[in-house]
């Protein structure tokens, strides 16, 4: 957990502007809708979902207008934005945020099979070893009633990532308004599948931008295959892999983010 405590705990505050930027949280509330409008349709329109890691609210606080929905995330700070969101929506009534390690589910939850639904959003499987990853899946296993759903939303794609490998060169935006400038110098590497990238972080002081700090993040990236064998192996069964939620298209090998829908076996 090397350089997710860094990221994510140490360096919170350079990361936390781009989960609070104003494009960020529209994407929130439209993962929100999305997932939303499966799970409605699945017969789930009410109840608890699970949203691990959940960083700043940006996608509990939206789905909180119909479920009740607990957080879990590492970084103490990201937590502590999330309950001012959750504040500032009306929202905390269904809303609980919870510091806590998404490899420790076991730890921080004694109540058994409460929640109908997990979800988890964007690349953090694959931020540990497939071990990890294993004993996550296991854990959510034991949390999610029977009739659930364990929703990975836009995972990226090994399949699509092998065959267009990142081109090796450097990406530069502006965030959070203009007032932070991000580097980043992503590498992918083929033969162990693992994506580092390295970020840096200017902000901006009067007319020009200082450095202000540093990260790096190092993702396996999985095949399709590989995660269907895996949830298979911690008690889930893998329904749809799809490149449109909504659409209910299925994902192909030119498929970059792909969303994986499980069900308890």
Known sequence: MAWEKKFFVDNARLY???????????EGEHIA????????GKGIDRGNILDAPCGTGRVAIPLAKHYRVTGIDISPYFIRIARKNARMKNAVKNTRFIVGDMKRLDEIFKEGKVFDAAINVYTSIGYGSVADDMKFFRSLRKLVKEGGFFIIYKLKNGEEQLKNPLPKKDFLYFASAGDMLVHERPR????????????????????????????GSDVRIYLPGELRKMLSKTGWKVIGI???????????????YMTIVARPK
């Open 16 to 26: 936390a502007p781009l989960l609070e930027s104003r494009e960020s949280k529209r």
């Open 33 to 40: 809708m999305a997932i939303r409008r499966y799970l409605k």
């Open 188 to 215: 992918f590497n083929p033969k162990t599948r693992r994506y580092k990238n390295t970020w840096k972080f200017y902000r901006r002081m009067g007319k020009n931008y200082r450095f202000v700090g540093e990260s």
């Open 242 to 256: 799809f490149e449109d939620l909504e659409q209910g298209k299925a994902a192909s090998e030119r498929t970059r």
